[in-house]
């Protein structure tokens, strides 16, 4: 077994060109993604087979390119931008690349900045930014330094590309259900004021009544900060203001989970007494008791594409070219939801 693992470890270019029946230099061409070779198939089958690895070091000093992609998220422990950044990786690893991620803590902007900064220090080619709160000024004068991605914004320029779903429709999408069904206290437990996602779904929130002739009682509006905690208080304020409600469209699932469990804790039944619509379509949503309405954004594969475009931008040609998914809103109907215990007469 020793003597195997040697040569593994020993296989050089030259065995990989030997071995597919091709020059040291067409193997280079196709490693560093110049070349569309028809023996192309035969090099992949050669590096697989001897496993051969790059010196990524000696073609990093060679190039400048450093085979590294800073990706930028805001909270290691959040599943938004966790699931976006193992998208990233998922379809970084096909291309050789590997990313080096980094938390902005949902600092201030001159913090994240710094952060960006960093990775830009570290010799990276390119960096994908999850959320977050630099403004896309900010973002465009960092691009003239290297490539960025964003998820979660609009924001363009020659060496910078977003990626975002409609969050205002989503918005709608949610609310609407909840008036077809026949709510018309429906409560908004919103996000984070400044983010242009908590402020897009509200909106969403605005259109679906407005589009229904219905008034919004603003004090059914009630500000989370998209966490648990944040969702449990504004629940609790909304029941304890005594204002009448029927139904909640909470603005992520995770405030949804904290306005559950406070209604859990008092006794009131979801969905025989108030229904509950979330938002992001996160995995375990499907497994509450009951499963929670939601509309799903697809998360992950916003990372894929992310990915992929700052790959694009980098002018790596893609050895993956495998369809990512859909990347529209879907509104996920599930056991949270039902008709209000009075319909409204």
Known sequence: MASRGASEQSAT?????????????TVSRILNGHVDSPRRDAVEAAIKKLRFKPNLVAKSLRSGVSMTIGVLTQDFDNPYTSRAATGVEDELRSSGYTPILVSGH????????????????????GIVVIGGRLSNEQLLDLSEQQPIVVIGRECHGPRLSSLDVDQRRGGYMATRHLIELGHRRIAHI??????????ARMQGYMDAHREAGLSVDQRLIVRGDFSELGGMQAMQALLDSGV???????????????????????????????SLVGFDGFPPSAYSVPPTTTVRQPI???????????????????????????LELQLMVRGSTAPPPHPAG
């Open 190 to 199: 919103a996000g984070i004021e400044y983010q242009p996602d908590a402020i």
């Open 106 to 125: 949902w600092g201030r902007d001159g913090d994240e900045a710094d952060r960006v900064r960093l990775l830009m220090s570290r010799k990276i080619d």
């Open 244 to 274: 009448g409600l029927t139904a909640v469209f909470a603005a992520n699932d995770p405030s949804l989970n904290g306005a559950r469990l406070v209604l859990f804790n008092r006794g009131i039944e979801v969905p025989g007494q108030v």
């Open 300 to 326: 992950y594969e916003m990372g894929c594409t992310a990915a992929r475009e700052l790959l694009r931008l980098l002018g790596v040609k893609q050895l993956n070219d495998a369809p990512i998914g859909s």
């Open 13 to 25: 270019l030259q065995d990989v060109a030997r071995l597919a029946g091709v020059s040291a230099s």
